[in-house]
């Protein structure tokens, strides 16, 4: 069992910089690859980005490439998400998620296994 806790998220405004943080409690946490999804009010979860086990491969999101990285240190069990030159569409609940299998692509909330209550992200204009 995996238990995720996000943590960080609040109100800014447009341009600013924010770091979310999501700690895991599981011993293996080197073995899972994380992932961050948002779901803003009355819209579907989209994903955002996903990092390998290692840390060594992230993929992103078209929306936020290039303003948003992606890391993790696996003896911390935590991941994050660095989030710079915020936008007002960025504003939603965000996701940590971590699942066991690298198989697929990662991109797709049905590919993970386990999921942290978000934290909420709002961006002023």
């Known amino acids: 069992q995996v238990q995720l806790v996000e943590s960080g998220g609040r109100l800014v405004q447009a341009g600013d910089s924010l770091r979310l943080s999501c700690a895991a409690s599981?011993?293996?946490?080197?073995?899972?690859?994380m992932g961050w999804f948002r779901q803003a009010l009355g819209k579907e979860r989209q994903f955002v980005t996903t990092?390998?086990?290692?840390?060594?491969?992230?993929y992103y999101a078209d929306s936020v490439k290039g303003r948003f990285t992606i890391s993790r240190d696996n003896a911390k069990n935590t991941v994050y998400l660095q989030m710079n030159s915020l936008k007002p569409e960025d504003t939603a609940i965000y996701y940590c998620?971590?699942?066991?299998?690298?198989?697929?692509?990662?991109?797709?909330?049905?590919?993970?296994?386990?999921w942290g209550q978000g934290t909420q992200v709002t961006v002023s204009s």
């Open positions: 998620a971590a699942r066991f299998s690298a198989s697929s692509s990662g991109t797709y909330d049905r590919e993970y296994n386990y």
């Open positions: 990092i390998s086990s290692n840390g060594g491969r992230t």
């Open positions: 599981v011993r293996t946490f080197s073995n899972y690859v």
